[in-house]
């Protein structure tokens, strides 16, 4: 079973415009919540993150909305640049018993000049 | 500051020839660590997870095994390796990602590409 499911699999957004990401999860128990992008050839690397105790987290163009009773987040990337593409995944976990991080399936962004 | 190191980088390698990839963790102690794999254009599949020495676990049941001979040391192999096992092999860390994060946060390596003929 998906814990996490994301989508859409693949976006492709003109420069300036904004790209949308959004996942959902099943277990409510999961109280971290990050985002991870990756470059062709090499490891993810963490973007952004959020508690379940805020709706809204930003940071710089990247901002994370969080909707606790529809258990779903998104992540929004405004004013898209070429080199925001990327593959996106999101994630969630738990912080006590914390030993898996369920990932989404990943979105490829490529975004045109 | 703590790193994460992952070699090799690159690996092609025949079907039925062993396997090892290793991964070490500097500037912490007593890591949770994990292997990943990711398929060309897909998602991550988590593979083993470890929280100690000697500790594995693993999450699909497979052609692959994974040891923790030292604290910050985590190591993948295969006796024989198979076609399928082709893929991108990330290694990664569970700490403290300080005030920032608020969390425990997931910290990758730079991955091992491998690929079987």
């Known amino acids: 079973q998906q814990q996490v499911k994301q989508s859409p699999q693949s976006l492709i957004v003109q420069k300036g415009g904004i790209s949308i990401i959004n996942c959902a999860y099943e277990n409510t128990a999961f109280d971290y919540f990050p985002w991870y992008q990756q470059f062709p050839g090499k490891g993810p690397a963490l973007l952004i993150a959020i508690r379940p105790d805020v709706s809204e987290k930003k940071e710089g163009r990247f901002t994370i909305s969080f909707n606790k009773s529809a258990k779903q987040f998104s992540l929004h990337i405004m004013d898209s640049q070429p080199g925001d593409s990327a593959t996106y995944f999101c994630?969630?976990?738990?912080?006590?018993?914390?030993?898996?991080?369920?990932f989404g399936t990943g979105t490829s962004l490529t975004v045109i000049p | 500051s703590q790193t994460i190191h992952q070699w090799p980088a690159t690996l092609v390698q025949p079907v039925g020839s062993p396997l090892s990839l290793e991964c070490t963790v500097e500037g912490t102690s007593n890591p949770n660590l994990y292997w990943y794999r990711q398929a060309a254009g897909r998602g991550l599949q988590l593979l083993f997870y470890?929280?100690?020495?000697?500790?594995i676990s693993s999450e699909v049941p497979q052609n692959l095994s994974a040891s923790r001979p030292q604290d910050r040391q985590f190591i993948l192999s295969s006796k024989k390796l198979l076609l399928s096992d082709s893929g991108f092999y990330l290694c990664?860390?569970?700490?403290?990602?300080?005030?920032?994060?608020?969390?425990?946060?997931?910290?990758f390596g730079a991955g091992s590409r491998l690929t079987v003929l």
């Open positions: 990664a860390w569970r700490g403290w990602g300080g005030r920032k994060s608020g969390a425990n946060v997931l910290t």
């Open positions: 470890s929280v100690g020495i000697g500790q």
């Open positions: 994630a969630a976990s738990r912080e006590d018993t914390g030993n898996q991080f369920y």
